[in-house]
Nanobody, 124 residues
Framework: QVQLVESGGGLVQPGGSLRLSCVASGFPLRLYDMSWVRQAPGKERELVAEVTSAGLSTTYTDSLKGRLTISRDNAKNTLFLQMRSLSPEDSAVYYC?????????????????WGQGTQVTVSS
C-alpha cells in the first residue's frame, strides 16, 4: 500500500522553527522527485520546496528562500523540511508530494502521490 505520512507540524511561536518529516512506504522513494506544498485556508496550494530524486538539486519558492531547507534520506524513505524564522503567514497545512515521470512507448505519464498533510500554526 502506497503511503506518504507527514509529521512534525504543530503550534510554534513567531520566530520559531519546525522540522517536518514525510515517511514513504509502498513505492521506491529514491526514484521520485519530492516536494513540499502548503495550503492556507482560503488560498491555493503553494509549492514550497523541491528536491530531485538523488537529492542533488533543490529549489525553493522565492519568498521562502533562506528560511527553509529541504532534504531527503532515501535509505530511510524519508523527506524533511527544516523551517526557520516562522511567521503567522507560514501557517498552513503542509503536504509532501512524490512525482516520477514515466516514459513508455505510449508516451509519458506522471506517477504521483500525496500525503494527508500536517498542520503548522504560527501564533503567539
Amino acid at each position: 500500500q502506497v503511503q506518504l505520512v507527514e509529521s512534525g507540524g504543530g503550534l510554534v511561536q513567531p520566530g520559531g522553527s519546525l522540522r517536518l518529516s514525510c515517511v514513504a512506504s509502498g513505492f521506491p522513494l529514491r526514484l521520485y522527485d519530492m516536494s513540499w506544498v502548503r495550503q492556507a485556508p482560503g488560498k491555493e496550494r503553494e509549492l514550497v520546496a523541491e528536491v530531485t530524486s538523488a537529492g542533488l538539486s533543490t529549489t525553493y519558492t522565492d519568498s521562502l528562500k533562506g528560511r527553509l531547507t529541504i532534504s531527503r534520506d532515501n535509505a530511510k524513505n524519508t523527506l524533511f523540511l527544516q523551517m526557520r524564522s516562522l511567521s503567522p503567514e507560514d501557517s498552513a497545512v503542509y503536504y509532501c508530494n512524490a512525482l516520477r515521470v514515466i516514459t513508455t512507448t505510449q508516451g509519458e505519464h506522471n506517477d504521483e502521490y500525496w500525503g494527508q498533510g500536517t498542520q503548522v500554526t504560527v501564533s503567539s
